[in-house]
């Protein structure tokens, strides 16, 4: 009775299993772009044709590489405080 | 003997625990000028003094709002393919 106590396999116990999406681990950009190795852009700043553009830094864009406002929803869903690059003429 | 079964607190059971740093979940920055609000830089693109200009997107840099290629330890840890903003004078 006693070997026979021993022999329970562990997995006949319930368990308890939490589920991490290994994706979400530290990274920053979920969606853009995610094909390429390195997502750079590259702004030839005499051709801005406003005098201010906002560039995204928070990578929830959706007209990525620029800032579309996406950043609020972000900081107040997670408590964070990014926001974008501003590029100015004068 | 039945009551004094159900009376037995929940808390005398031994539980386990997952402990969530809550800051990191979703959180992009992590330790850049936490006490504004929200980070917004901007550049005058006609007082840039080098043809070329990087400009951080990762949110890892020792030089922010500039790069100084920390994105590359970032990608390397996490699978990411986070990479900075160019700025060009021509
Ligand atoms: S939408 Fe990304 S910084 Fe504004
Ligand atoms: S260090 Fe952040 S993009 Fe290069």
């Given at each position: 009775a006693f070997s026979q106590g021993l022999?329970?396999?562990?997995?006949?116990r319930p368990r308890r299993s939490v589920v991490v999406r290994?994706?979400?681990?530290?990274?920053?950009?979920?969606?853009?772009?995610?094909?390429?190795?390195k997502v750079v852009d590259s702004v030839v700043v005499t051709e801005l044709s406003k005098p201010l553009t906002a560039y995204c830094?928070?990578?929830?864009?959706?007209t990525f590489p620029l800032c579309d406002g996406g950043h609020v929803k972000h900081n107040k869903a997670t408590g964070d405080n990014v926001g974008p690059l501003l590029l100015k003429k004068q």
């Open positions: 022999s329970v396999p562990n997995r006949a290994a994706e979400a681990a530290g990274t920053i950009n979920t969606a853009i772009r995610k094909e390429e190795d830094r928070c990578w929830r864009s959706g």
